[in-house]
């Protein structure tokens, strides 16, 4: 049985994992691109992408309700209300990406009392500027993306991501270092490539799923009938909660960023890329977290707590050994991946030191990342929210800064908290979703 769970999982993980890693890859080739230029232009990426992620991943999270309301509607039978979900799930993210975006203009003015080194702070807030206007075509192409994992439409939107990696390395290639008549811009050259290639991401995948013959039955044209206010009130009640989970959480990063930038620039280009190689290997987490979403919704919508129970655990334990291996990597691979970003020998050194602390940590993230997605199928929104709270801004943060400031430990006491964090979330969201399943499934 469950050998047969995880099969299912993986087969439903895939496209949503691919996915998510070309939306991390083009972060990848954007820190490559970017260090070529040097590791003052790599350091400024660096705290403006910190920053930047708080307002983003709040959009994320307001997005994210979308894929579970979605996913019981089609496990009940209930086509019609699948494409409600979409059409009032756009106004809401949409309102709510001019309000980010507005929120990312004036975060970008405040770089400057952040204490970061000063030959950063004006091409870190000319970057984040760029990226903030982003925030619409990105709410658009998410709205979109989460209804289409909700109905398990998959491929689409995986192929739409890879193929706009290309359109952004091509931007890049043009923005960054002046090519085809334009003026070298650096940093704001990347940010106008991310600027670019979103917009593709949103405009193509309305169009693949406003034609696709599959798609007809949910109706997902933008055919308003009414501004349904109860079904806004149900996205928000997800939405609202996600946005904080994921906000205590990348905060929680951007407060360690804004610590490693005290140390100087080279601790800070060296974190930017411990950080960066992470983070592929939780977009892995995030898809299989998704995939788990789904899974778990679906079991819901027919009201098979017991099923919603397997679905859940089965992603655990897949993520928990895809998660382990990728640990491995990181260990072996320690001296050889930060070259890949920069030349310069003590950023380098590092970089490598702290990769080992991050592999240590990779199976707690897949955990709390699973965690979430398997509570969020259940709708399961305001214990998490705390529990993020908690493992990170009252446990993890303040344990990085005690070794990192008054133990010594620097950089790498900053990363031991952060490993504490992920630890603490993990553990305490799988106790909750063990408890929470049980009680649903006596009632």
Same mark, same amino acid.
């Given at each position: 049985?469950?050998?047969?769970?995880?099969?299912?999982?993986?087969?439903?993980?895939?496209?949503?994992?691919?996915?998510?890693?070309?939306?991390?890859?083009?972060?990848?080739?954007?820190?490559?691109?970017?260090?070529?230029?040097?590791?003052?232009?790599?350091?400024?990426?660096?705290?403006?992408?910190?920053?930047?992620?708080?307002?983003?991943?709040?959009?994320?999270?307001?997005?994210?309700?979308?894929?579970?309301?979605?996913?019981?509607?089609?496990?009940?039978?209930?086509?019609?209300?699948?494409?409600?979900?979409?059409?009032?799930?756009?106004?809401?993210?949409?309102?709510?990406?001019?309000?980010?975006?507005?929120?990312?203009?004036?975060?970008?003015?405040?770089?400057?009392?952040?204490?970061?080194?000063?030959?950063?702070?004006?091409?870190?807030?000319?970057?984040?500027?760029?990226?903030?206007?982003?925030?619409?075509?990105?709410?658009?192409?998410?709205?979109?993306?989460?209804?289409?994992?909700?109905?398990?439409?998959?491929?689409?939107?995986?192929?739409?991501?890879?193929?706009?990696?290309?359109?952004?390395?091509?931007?890049?290639?043009? %923005?960054?270092?002046?090519?085809?008549?334009?003026?070298?811009?650096?940093?704001?050259?990347?940010?106008?490539?991310?600027?670019?290639?979103?917009?593709?991401?949103?405009?193509?995948?309305?169009?693949?799923?406003?034609?696709?013959?599959?798609?007809?039955?949910?109706?997902?044209?933008?055919?308003?009938?009414?501004?349904?206010?109860?079904?806004?009130?149900?996205?928000?009640?997800?939405?609202?909660?996600?946005?904080?989970?994921?906000?205590?959480?990348?905060?929680? %990063?951007?407060?360690?960023?804004?610590?490693?930038?005290?140390?100087?620039?080279?601790?800070?280009?060296?974190?930017?890329?411990?950080?960066?190689?992470?983070?592929?290997? %939780?977009?892995?987490?995030?898809?299989?977290?998704?995939?788990?979403?789904?899974?778990?919704?679906?079991?819901?919508?027919?009201?098979?707590?017991?099923?919603?129970?397997?679905?859940? %655990?089965?992603?655990?334990?897949?993520?928990?050994?895809?998660?382990?291996?990728?640990?491995?990597?990181?260990?072996?691979?320690?001296?050889?991946?930060?070259?890949?970003?920069?030349?310069?020998?003590?950023?380098?050194?590092?970089?490598?030191?702290?990769?080992?602390?991050?592999?240590?940590?990779?199976?707690?993230?897949?955990?709390?990342?699973?965690?979430?997605?398997?509570?969020?199928?259940?709708?399961?929104?305001?214990?998490?929210?705390?529990?993020?709270?908690?493992?990170?801004?009252?446990?993890?943060?303040?344990?990085?800064?005690?070794?990192?400031?008054?133990?010594?430990?620097?950089?790498?006491?900053?990363?031991?908290?952060?490993?504490?964090?992920?630890?603490?979330?993990?553990?305490?969201?799988?106790?909750?979703?063990?408890?929470?399943?049980?009680?649903?499934?006596?009632?």
């Amino acid at each position: 049985m469950l050998k047969t769970e995880i099969k299912k999982t993986m087969v439903l993980s895939l496209p949503i994992v691919v996915g998510q890693l070309g939306q991390m890859m083009m972060s990848v080739v954007d820190n490559i691109m970017v260090g070529k230029v040097g590791a003052g232009a790599l350091a400024a990426a660096s705290i403006a992408n910190a920053m930047f992620t708080l307002v983003m991943v709040v959009g994320f999270g307001l997005t994210m309700a979308v894929t579970p309301l979605t996913a019981i509607a089609c496990g009940s039978g209930n086509d019609r209300e699948c494409g409600i979900v979409l059409r009032q799930g756009i106004i809401v993210n949409l309102f709510s990406g001019i309000l980010l975006c507005g929120i990312t203009v004036f975060f970008s003015y405040c770089i400057q009392y952040l204490d970061q080194p000063i030959e950063i702070v004006g091409p870190a807030s000319l970057y984040m500027k760029v990226l903030g206007f982003s925030m619409l075509p990105l709410m658009l192409f998410q709205s979109y993306r989460q209804f289409a994992e909700g109905v398990s439409f998959l491929k689409p939107a995986m192929i739409i991501m890879l193929l706009a990696n290309i359109v952004n390395i091509l931007a890049n290639w043009i %923005f960054i270092y002046g090519h085809l008549g334009v003026t070298p811009l650096g940093l704001t050259g990347a940010g106008i490539a991310t600027f670019s290639s979103r917009m593709f991401m949103a405009a193509t995948l309305m169009i693949v799923i406003g034609k696709s013959p599959k798609m007809k039955r949910f109706d997902p044209t933008l055919n308003y009938r009414k501004i349904d206010f109860s079904m806004i009130k149900r996205l928000l009640a997800i939405g609202i909660p996600a946005g904080f989970q994921y906000f205590f959480e990348v905060s929680a %990063f951007a407060a360690s960023s804004v610590m490693v930038g005290w140390m100087g620039t080279d601790a800070l280009a060296a974190h930017q890329i411990a950080l960066n190689l992470a983070s592929i290997s %939780f977009m892995v987490a995030m898809g299989i977290s998704s995939a788990a979403t789904i899974r778990v919704s679906n079991a819901i919508g027919r009201k098979d707590i017991q099923g919603a129970r397997i679905a859940g %655990f089965s992603a655990t334990l897949l993520c928990a050994g895809f998660m382990a291996l990728a640990g491995l990597v990181f260990i072996l691979f320690r001296s050889f991946l930060p070259t890949l970003y920069i030349s310069e020998k003590e950023v380098i050194d590092i970089s490598s030191a702290l990769l080992v602390i991050v592999a240590f940590f990779q199976v707690s993230d897949g955990t709390q990342a699973v965690g979430l997605g398997i509570l969020r199928g259940m709708t399961d929104m305001k214990i998490p929210t705390l529990i993020t709270l908690a493992a990170y801004w009252l446990i993890g943060l303040p344990s990085g800064y005690f070794l990192a400031f008054k133990l010594n430990m620097g950089i790498y006491g900053v990363w031991y908290g952060l490993l504490i964090s992920l630890t603490a979330s993990g553990l305490l969201m799988m106790l909750r979703f063990n408890a929470k399943s049980k009680k649903d499934g006596n009632q």
